[in-house]
């Protein structure tokens, strides 16, 4: 029995992202990641049954790390505004320490690998976002729309704000994050 090296596992995680973003989807091979990682191709097959199931735990670490991030410091006994202004600062916080991870997610949510997964594995890592929305809405601070909508105009104008910066390496100052954070709050309050 083959014990679990963490050292090689983290190579392989770590040449994965890296290929993913540099070369995309379907030119980064099992063989390729094998050599960035300076490990055999067999060593890779040990841990990942195939190419997809390494893409979809290099997901899922990348997606845990997210969330640790984002609601790390969080005071639930906070009011909704000041949860949503702290998870939103922790998020761009993330892109900004991140990059390659947050680029790496990019990745696959604009690819059709999303639909082959059960995405409910990540789910409950975000419950703290949709409980923040659903006691937004009980309050009648938030519009009483479905919490998907709340998400996709408060939280991915961000991710598209920091998309443009990272292009141009740079980062969001802090007036522009009041700012983000204030336009986004505006589109979801009731």
């Not at 600062?89 to 993330?94: C, E, G, L, P, S």
Request: proline share 2%; glycine share 2%; hydrophobic share 40%.
């Amino acid at each position: 029995m083959r014990y679990r090296d963490d050292n090689k596992v983290e190579a392989i995680f770590d040449a994965t992202v890296q290929l993913i973003n540099e070369i995309g989807f379907s030119e980064t091979s099992i063989s390729k990641i094998a050599k960035r990682a300076s490990v055999s191709a067999a060593t890779i097959y040990i841990y990942h049954e195939n190419k997809d199931d390494l893409l979809y735990k290099t997901y899922l670490k990348i997606k845990g790390k997210m969330s640790e991030e984002m609601f790390q410091g969080v005071d639930h006994t906070r009011t909704v505004y000041e949860r949503f202004e702290a998870i939103i600062r922790n998020y761009v916080d993330f892109i900004q320490s991140f990059k390659e991870y947050f680029l790496f997610l990019e990745q696959i949510m604009n690819s059709p690998l999303p639909q082959k997964w059960c995405l409910e594995d990540t789910a409950s890592q975000f419950q703290p976002i949709f409980e923040m929305f659903e006691a937004g809405i009980r309050q009648e601070i938030l519009k009483k729309e479905d919490i998907n909508l709340l998400v996709v105009y408060s939280i991915l104008p961000i991710a598209e704000l920091l998309k443009s910066h990272l292009k141009n390496g740079t980062l969001l100052n802090s007036k522009q994050l009041d700012s983000a954070i204030k336009m986004s709050w505006d589109a979801i309050k009731a």
